[in-house]
C-alpha cells in the first residue's frame, strides 16, 4: 500500500488519533466534578450526570439513584454555560475526530494528503483544539447552578469547587485538546509528501 504520509505523517496521524480519542472519551464520560449528595458519589458531565435525586412515593421520601444518564432534554443542563460548553466541545471533538480519520486514511492512499492538505489539516486541528479548550474554560461559570451547588454543600460558585473537585474527564478532555492545537498542529506541517510534478 502507498502511503501519502512522511515518518513525520506516520506520527502525527497516530497521535491525532489519540488526542481525538481522549478529547472525545473525556467529552461522553459523565466524571469532569465529583461530588456528593445524601452521602452518595455524585459526578456531572456537560449534558450527563451520575446519581440524582428522585421522589419515593412507597416511601414518601427523597432518594438517590445511583444510575448515570444524560439529561432528559438540552433545556434540561443545569446552566446555558453547560449548554454552550456543550456544543463548543462537541463541535472541536468532531473536527479532531475528521481529521484524525483523514490522517488515517493517508497512510493508505496516496495521493490524498499533500503538504498544503496536512497544513490545512493542522489548522483545522488547532480550531477544534481551541473550541475544545473554550468548552473546558466555560465550564467552571455553571458551577453556580443549583444542582452543582446541591452536590458541593451549597458552598460553590463560578471557579470555586466548595467541597466537590474535578474528575478525570475534564483533564482527559482539555489534554487531548491542547496536545492537538500544540503538537498535532506542528507536525501536521511535515505529514504531506511533495506532489509529483506530471509534464502535461
Same mark, same amino acid.
Request: charged residues 10%; contains cysteine; neutral net charge.
Given at each position: 500500500?502507498?502511503?501519502?504520509?512522511?515518518?513525520?505523517?506516520?506520527?502525527?496521524?497516530?497521535?491525532?488519533?489519540?488526542?481525538?480519542?481522549? $478529547?472525545?472519551?473525556?467529552?461522553?464520560?459523565?466524571?469532569?466534578?465529583?461530588?456528593?449528595?445524601?452521602?452518595?458519589?455524585?459526578?456531572? %458531565?456537560?449534558?450527563?450526570?451520575?446519581?440524582?435525586?428522585?421522589?419515593?412515593?412507597?416511601?414518601?421520601?427523597?432518594?438517590?439513584?445511583?444510575? @448515570?444518564?444524560?439529561?432528559?432534554?438540552?433545556?434540561?443542563?443545569?446552566?446555558?454555560?453547560?449548554?454552550?460548553?456543550?456544543?463548543?466541545? %462537541?463541535?472541536? =471533538?468532531?473536527?479532531?475526530?475528521?481529521?484524525?480519520?483523514?490522517?488515517?486514511?493517508?497512510? @493508505?492512499?496516496?495521493?490524498?494528503?499533500?503538504?498544503?492538505?496536512?497544513?490545512?489539516?493542522?489548522?483545522?486541528?488547532?480550531?477544534?483544539?481551541?473550541?475544545?479548550?473554550?468548552?473546558?474554560?466555560?465550564?467552571?461559570?455553571?458551577?453556580? $447552578?443549583?444542582?452543582?451547588?446541591?452536590?458541593?454543600?451549597?458552598? $460553590?460558585?463560578?471557579?470555586?469547587? %466548595?467541597? @466537590?473537585?474535578?474528575?478525570?474527564?475534564?483533564? =482527559?478532555?482539555?489534554?487531548?485538546?491542547?496536545?492537538?492545537?500544540?503538537? =498535532?498542529?506542528?507536525?501536521? =506541517?511535515?505529514?504531506?509528501?511533495?506532489?509529483?510534478?506530471?509534464?502535461?
Amino acid at each position: 500500500m502507498a502511503s501519502s504520509l512522511t515518518c513525520t505523517g506516520v506520527i502525527w496521524a497516530l497521535l491525532s488519533l489519540l488526542c481525538a480519542a481522549a $478529547s472525545c472519551v473525556g467529552f461522553f464520560m459523565p466524571y469532569w466534578l465529583l461530588g456528593t449528595q445524601m452521602d452518595k458519589p455524585v459526578s456531572f %458531565g456537560t449534558f450527563r450526570r451520575c446519581s440524582y435525586p428522585v421522589r419515593d412515593e412507597e416511601r414518601q421520601a427523597t432518594v438517590m439513584l445511583e444510575q @448515570c444518564g444524560r439529561y432528559a432534554s438540552f433545556h434540561g443542563i443545569p446552566s446555558l454555560e453547560w449548554r454552550i460548553c456543550t456544543v463548543v466541545t %462537541g463541535v472541536g =471533538c468532531g473536527l479532531l475526530l475528521l481529521v484524525a480519520l483523514t490522517a488515517l486514511m493517508g497512510c @493508505c492512499i496516496s495521493d490524498l494528503i499533500s503538504r498544503t492538505i496536512g497544513r490545512v489539516a493542522g489548522g483545522i486541528q488547532f480550531v477544534g483544539g481551541l473550541l475544545i479548550g473554550s468548552g473546558c474554560a466555560l465550564y467552571p461559570l455553571g458551577w453556580d $447552578s443549583e444542582e452543582v451547588q446541591q452536590t458541593c454543600n451549597n458552598s $460553590s460558585d463560578q471557579f470555586q469547587l %466548595g467541597s @466537590c473537585q474535578i474528575g478525570w474527564a475534564y483533564y =482527559c478532555t482539555g489534554a487531548g485538546a491542547a496536545v492537538a492545537m500544540l503538537l =498535532c498542529t506542528w507536525l501536521s =506541517c511535515f505529514a504531506g509528501k511533495k506532489q509529483k510534478q506530471y509534464p502535461y
